[in-house]
């Protein structure tokens, strides 16, 4: 039995319809911002550093991020952003001056650190399991040796982030020029001497990256405002001043930005232009001449600093810095590479890349991001359906019960 031969057309219209309706609810995505990448000169793993102007046209969580190559193909990348770390070890050698293996010692010399008298050094060795003897004399001149410490069994141990293995040798405090280090290998075969020095505790830093901005400085009766601004928003994390002034002083400030808020009386608008307080900070000339922020995004903001009844600062210099963003990505030399971003459709993309972000190796370059593009933008034309409506929802509703009556009925003809 064949079908009647409006099915086929009514099939189509409702076909249409029901495109149409799926075209309403397709965005087309598209980036507003474009920033080139210095070219690879080596294939492999880069750290590409990402420029305050990029963060701060993106999305709070970078989600609309993407690094194309010149293909317009998707490169993989992980991100990471600089924070402060726990304290850790770090080994500082002194200069070995002599690191030779003998028939039965091994004998190390060195020449102690100008800004520093020793009270214990760390000699860092090859790892091994074994007892060994020393003997520490001290010179001024390298020809004339004075006996610091008798032989003596050091002690072995771990220390440093990578741990290194060290012998741990304790002096009574002293000012020689030169030591002489004797291990002696008559019982033992020798051990390779890496190195000798001393640990440092000192904790990791975050990293910040500068932003070009423009500052002018205006005064008042009892105000100094410093009047910022940038190109682009561009996140405000850290503040770095510098000053001409050698007297003490001690001054609170705020940091402001305009807004615009939309008023309604009635069926009337209005846009008022206000000042937001973002943040308060304190400037004083025994701390550190930096201000320290929560983090914002402007690219207009004034410092107001109160002066009271004092003359006001004269600042000399302004630096307007972020926590450092760095993009790992790998690279072909001959490929050109760009950042696009500013797509509000995009979700934060997920790459197989991330799972592996500790097992990375070590970057062979570290690059930059170049300018901010404006990309043309294609016109947005209103869609067909407001998929927001209620009605658009019951044309849909409408619709499904129609196909699924109309597959019914040709069911039960064709038994």
């Not at 039995?1 to 099915?7: D, G, N, S």
């Not at 003997?135 to 040796?145: L, P, V």
């Amino acid at each position: 039995m064949h079908p009647p031969p409006e099915r086929p057309q009514m099939r189509r219209r409702i076909e249409f319809l029901l495109g149409g309706v799926l075209i309403a609810y397709t965005a087309i995505a598209q980036p507003k911002w474009r920033a080139t990448v210095s070219p690879a000169e080596h294939s492999g793993l880069h750290a590409i550093v990402l420029s305050p102007e990029l963060v701060g046209v993106s999305r709070t969580d970078l989600g609309d991020l993407r690094l194309v190559d010149s293909t317009g193909r998707v490169v993989p990348f992980v991100l990471q952003r600089s924070s402060a770390g726990p304290m850790r070890s770090r080994f500082v050698p002194y200069t070995l001056l002599r690191n030779e293996v003998l028939p039965k010692s091994t004998v190390v010399e060195l020449e102690r650190p100008v800004d520093r008298q020793l009270d214990e050094l760390h000699i860092w060795t090859r790892p091994v399991d074994v007892e060994k003897h020393v003997r520490i004399t001290g010179s001024d001149d390298r020809e004339r040796w004075y006996m610091v410490k008798d032989e003596h069994v050091v002690t072995q141990g771990a220390r440093g982030d990578p741990p290194h293995q060290v012998l741990l040798v304790q002096l009574p405090r002293s000012d020689y020029r030169f030591f002489r280090i004797a291990l002696n290998d008559s019982l033992t075969d020798p051990m390779q001497i890496l190195g000798v020095g001393h640990f440092v505790e000192e904790a990791a830093h975050a990293r910040y990256t500068s932003a070009t901005v423009k500052w002018e400085q205006h005064d008042s009766a009892s105000f100094t405002h410093l009047w910022v601004t940038a190109p682009h928003p561009i996140p405000v994390e850290r503040i770095v001043y510098a000053v001409q002034d050698t007297v003490p002083f001690h001054r609170t400030g705020r940091m402001q930005a305009p807004r615009n808020a939309i008023r309604r009386n009635g069926r009337r608008e209005r846009t008022e232009h206000f000042e937001e307080t973002v943040a308060s900070f304190t400037l004083a000339s025994d701390q550190e001449q930096e201000i320290d922020l929560t983090g914002t995004r402007e690219d207009t903001f004034d410092l107001s600093i109160d002066n009271s009844d004092d003359r006001p600062l004269r600042f000399t210099d302004l630096h307007v810095f972020n926590t450092e963003y760095i993009l790992l990505a790998n690279l072909e030399t001959g490929m050109r590479y760009s950042f696009t971003t500013g797509d509000a459709s995009l979700s934060p993309p997920d790459f197989d890349m991330a799972h592996f972000a500790d097992e990375l190796p070590a970057p062979v370059d570290t690059l930059r991001t170049g300018l901010l593009e404006l990309l043309p933008q294609r016109a947005n034309t209103p869609p067909l359906f407001d998929p927001s409506k209620w009605w658009i929802w019951a044309i849909i509703v409408a619709l499904m019960v129609g196909m699924g009556l109309m597959a019914v009925r040709m069911l039960r003809k064709e038994v």
